[in-house]
């Protein structure tokens, strides 16, 4: 199965940046795309943002375009979601996610086959 760690989640304030990355363990397994999504206290978990494995093609959240950039390194099977700008509301939980089969929607958590731990960024007005 793939293990995916993220790290970089922090405390920052309105306008600051916070640069999060996820490693990925993957075995055998083919990886496709890679996903991230948060999760504010009491919300559901929402897309963020994906990038292709291979082709390094982003799309993006309307709430984020033009503030958070994801980035990849295949060498080292680790994507980063670089969040500049940051607001209050973009507080929560951030989960990168592994997209193994293609098999879903590129927006919804069911799209994706393997998740990371969490990594909480909490930023202050």
């Known amino acids: 199965q793939v293990q995916l760690v993220e790290s970089g989640g922090g405390l920052v304030q309105a306008g600051g940046s916070l640069r999060l990355s996820c490693a990925a363990s993957?075995?055998?397994?083919?990886?496709?795309?890679m996903g991230w999504f948060r999760q504010a206290p009491g919300k559901e978990r929402e897309f963020v943002g994906r990038?292709?494995?291979?082709?390094?093609?982003?799309y993006y959240a309307g709430s984020v375009k033009g503030r958070f950039t994801i980035s990849r390194d295949n060498a080292k099977n680790s994507v980063y979601l670089q969040m500049n700008s940051l607001k209050p509301d973009d507080t929560a939980v951030y989960y990168c996610a592994a997209d193994l089969s293609l098999g879903g929607s590129v927006y919804n958590p069911s799209g994706y086959d393997a998740w990371g731990q969490g990594t909480q960024v909490t930023v202050s007005s």
């Open positions: 990038i292709a494995w291979s082709s390094s093609t982003t």
């Open positions: 993957r075995g055998t397994y083919r990886i496709y795309a």
